[in-house]
Nanobody, 122 residues
Framework: QVQLVESGGGLVQTGGSLRLSCAASSGRILSINAMGWYRQAEGKQRELVARITSGGSTNYADSVKGRFTISRDDAKNTVYLQMNSLKPEDTAVYYC???????????????WGQGTQVTVSS
C-alpha cells in the first residue's frame, strides 16, 4: 500500500533553512493529483502550508509566501519543501499529504505522512 515517507525535519535557528522531502512509496501509483505539506503547531489546527498539483499549480499559506518553495520530482513520486528564513512561528509538526490514484479502476485517495518536527529557536 501507499506510504508517505518524510524526512528533513530538525531544529534550526531563526533565519536558517531546512529542506523537507516526502516520497510516496508503493508497488503501484497510477497518478498523483496533488501533493503538499500541512503543519500543526501545539494547540492549533492543522493548516495548509503549500500544495502543488499535477499541472504544476502551487498554493501557499500567506505566512510562508516568499520564504517557502514547494517542488516535485515526478519520477520519484516525491515532493519537497524548501524552507528559508525560518521563524519561530514556523515551529510545528509538518505532515506530507498526497492525493493520488493507485489503479485505473480506483478513485483518488488521500494519504498522510506520519509527520516530521520542525523547531525554530528564537
Amino acid at each position: 500500500q501507499v506510504q508517505l515517507v518524510e524526512s528533513g525535519g530538525g531544529l534550526v535557528q531563526t533565519g536558517g533553512s531546512l529542506r523537507l522531502s516526502c516520497a510516496a512509496s508503493s508497488g503501484r501509483i497510477l497518478s498523483i493529483n496533488a501533493m503538499g505539506w500541512y503543519r500543526q503547531a501545539e494547540g492549533k489546527q492543522r493548516e495548509l502550508v503549500a500544495r502543488i498539483t499535477s499541472g504544476g499549480s502551487t498554493n501557499y499559506a500567506d505566512s510562508v509566501k516568499g520564504r517557502f518553495t514547494i517542488s516535485r520530482d515526478d519520477a520519484k513520486n516525491t515532493v519537497y519543501l524548501q524552507m528559508n528564513s525560518l521563524k519561530p512561528e514556523d515551529t510545528a509538526v509538518y505532515y506530507c499529504n498526497a492525493d493520488l490514484r493507485i489503479a485505473l479502476w480506483s478513485s483518488n485517495n488521500v494519504y498522510w505522512g506520519q509527520g516530521t518536527q520542525v523547531t525554530v529557536s528564537s
